[in-house]
């Protein structure tokens, strides 16, 4: 795709915006064409907010992290008995600070 820089950007802004437009039309053709089990697996999943981890146990290693912390916050959400793995527990929140699993792995005792 070339660059827009001799067009205004109003009108690349429009050519972007029929660009994505005739391409969601051409997927969802294609699906009716290929059929809803092919086109169903180049979407993204959706996310169950519910229950779906439920009965699951789930250890999240790095809890302290940002990345991490998000992870365990969603699969505590999503009903999962959650092992929260940290170096340092006392950053866990609150709310993972009682799944945390402190161990000293530095000596054999």
Do not use: C, N, W
């Not at 827009?4 to 053709?29: C, D």
């Not at 697996?41 to 519910?50: A, H, I, K, L, Y």
């Not at 809890?63 to 527990?89: C, F, P, Q, Y």
């Amino acid at each position: 795709m070339t660059p827009f820089l001799p067009l205004p950007a109003a009108q690349g802004v429009a050519i972007a915006t029929g660009s994505a437009l005739v391409a969601e039309v051409m997927f969802y053709v294609g699906g009716v064409i290929l059929g809803a089990a092919v086109i169903a697996r180049f979407r993204r999943p959706r996310v169950r907010t519910g229950r779906s981890f439920a009965g699951k146990r789930v250890a999240v290693l790095g809890a302290t992290g940002s990345l991490g912390a998000a992870i365990a916050h969603a699969l505590k959400r999503e009903g999962a008995e959650l092992v929260s793995l940290a170096r340092d527990t006392s950053r866990l929140g609150d709310a993972l600070r009682d799944s945390a699993l402190q161990v000293d792995i530095t000596s054999s005792d």
